[in-house]
């Protein structure tokens, strides 16, 4: 077994530190927490640093400075570039240079956690391998202008450190009294919190690009799931980033649950961000209506290859859609080319009809095969 393991191609200080912050946050803090537990002001700076952090990495380090979907205030920046760094996902530079390679190259052989070299790849095993040359810093020069930037990504290490796993056990030594307080700090607040917030990033690269629809576009792997949106402060709705990656808001739709993009509202409120990116609502809905038709007619033209016959009532609900998806698409694109925008009961009227016929096409069966 062990020589299929390429060693020679491990990335030994990636894989050390995974290793152990993983033993001390999922084995050494559950023991710490049976034998001792934490008082309530300890349980709120845990719960301060799961958002704080998570935050940094899906509204900092993602919607921020990787897409840039968004300005914000120096404050908002020098916290995101804080909170990242206790993330312990390299500094911002590193991080929006693989991403926005993921995004130009999505499963092909240039994209850092490309899900076609397999799942482990994708959550992790990029992480731990080096498979190819590292990659050129030469994509995030824009971020290079931004002073603090400049300062995180030289000083992440330090940073990492003492804000993510040393702040913590001092507090705990203050406020829980001595160096129980300071072991639940830095095995809970510390290690545990960034198992946490790690495992929720690699889910967006191996699961996101695994489970669930895809309305917006197959051209690629990323999917839409409204269960991994609650493990990833909204990071879940992945098919609609794909294809709309400069949107501030993942989670399109008001019903989407997307704290990272309520926070960015919240924060444009207070004055705190501003020029807030939003894809136009016609587009998003063109963009529906096409992978709608572009499934009808997949799917027909397989049933329509095999033995047997398709129910004729449900077939001719399908057709009739069909029909006036194509008409209402044909309308939706020449209004979209003039830059017209249509009436939102229009719009609306056209999504419940494209959702119709994609809820149709899924019962569509033959028969007398
Ligand atoms: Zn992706
Ligand atoms: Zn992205």
Request: charged letters at 20%.
């Amino acid at each position: 077994m062990n020589h299929r393991i390429p060693f020679y191609r491990v990335n030994w200080v990636n894989t050390s530190f995974l290793f152990g912050i993983t033993v001390l946050g999922v084995v050494a803090a559950p023991i710490f927490l049976f034998m001792h537990d934490l008082n309530w002001i300890m349980w709120s700076l845990f719960a301060f640093y799961m958002v704080a952090t998570g935050l940094s990495i899906t509204l900092g380090y993602h919607r921020l400075f990787s897409h840039l979907s968004f300005k914000a205030t120096w404050p908002v920046r020098l916290f995101t570039l804080v909170f990242g760094a206790c993330a312990f996902e390299n500094s911002v530079v590193h991080w929006a240079s693989d991403h926005r390679r993921h995004h130009k190259h999505t499963d092909h052989d240039e994209d850092p956690y490309d899900i076609s070299k397999g799942f482990f790849w994708a959550h992790i095993g990029w992480i731990l391998f080096k498979l190819n040359a590292p990659q050129p810093i030469d994509n995030v020069k824009d971020l290079q202008k931004d002073a603090l930037v400049r300062f995180q990504d030289k000083h992440y290490v330090v940073i990492a450190f003492i804000a993510g796993l040393i702040l913590p056990a001092v507090i705990g030594y203050f406020v829980m009294g001595g160096m129980v307080g300071a072991l639940g700090g830095f095995l809970v607040v510390g290690a545990l919190r960034v198992v946490l917030v790690q495992q929720s990033t690699f889910f967006i690269n191996s699961l996101c690009h695994t489970l669930g629809n895809q309305p917006y576009s197959t051209r690629c792997s990323a999917r839409d799931s409204w269960i991994m949106a609650l493990v990833t402060y909204g990071e879940g709705y992945h098919n609609y980033h794909h294809e709309f990656q400069h949107d501030y808001r993942n989670g399109v739709k008001a019903w989407n649950f997307d704290p990272t993009k309520w926070t960015i509202m919240l924060l444009h409120k207070l004055g705190l961000v501003s020029n807030l990116r939003r894809v136009p609502e016609s587009k998003i809905v063109a963009a529906e209506m096409r992978e709608a038709q572009r499934k009808a007619e997949a799917r027909l033209a397989e049933l329509n290859s095999k033995e047997g016959t398709i129910c004729e009532h449900a077939m001719a609900r399908v057709d009739e859609l069909l029909v006036q998806l194509k008409k209402n698409l044909s309308e939706l694109e020449s209004s979209v080319s003039q830059s017209l925008e249509a009436s939102r009961s229009t719009l609306r009227q056209w999504q419940r009809e494209t959702r119709e016929l994609v809820r149709r096409l899924r019962d569509l069966r033959l028969v007398n095969a």
